[in-house]
Nanobody, 123 residues
Framework: VQLQASGGGLVQAGGSLRLSCAAS????????MGWFRQAPGKEREFVAA????????KYVDSVKGRFAISRDSTKNMLYLQMNSLKPEDTAVYYC?????????????????WGQGTLVTVSS
């Protein structure tokens, strides 16, 4: 599976962005997909994940109610709608995939990674 993330940029606090991740290769709908982020000087952390069917999702507490993960298997696309952005959301965001039906927040459980897209939220 090859992943290509896009949609990052500079936004003011309170604003919105939608990240996209284009997937190619093996059957997209088989894979659990996730978004992770890495802020300057910090470790990469889990943000959100979605099941192959799209019926189950998981979020880190800090983004619940503000971010929404979704997927369109007809287009092999993964999305992250980010609303009410805060300066602490500033990070490089990565999409990732794992060939399993189990949602997980563990970084090492994801075998496939995109290149990352930078989100900067100004105060």
């Amino acid at each position: 599976v090859q992943l290509q993330a896009s949609g990052g940029g500079l936004v003011q606090a309170g604003g919105s962005l939608r990240l996209s991740c284009a997937a190619s290769g093996r059957t997209f709908s088989w894979y659990v997909m996730g978004w992770f982020r890495q802020a300057p000087g910090k470790e990469r952390e889990f943000v959100a994940a979605i099941s192959g069917s799209g019926g189950s999702t998981k979020y880190v507490d800090s983004v619940k109610g503000r971010f929404a993960i979704s997927r369109d298997s007809t287009k092999n696309m993964l999305y992250l709608q980010m609303n009410s952005l805060k300066p602490e959301d500033t990070a490089v965001y990565y999409c990732a995939a794992r060939s399993s039906t189990a949602l997980t927040t563990t970084l090492s459980q994801y075998a496939y990674w995109g290149q990352g897209t930078l989100v900067t939220v100004s105060s």
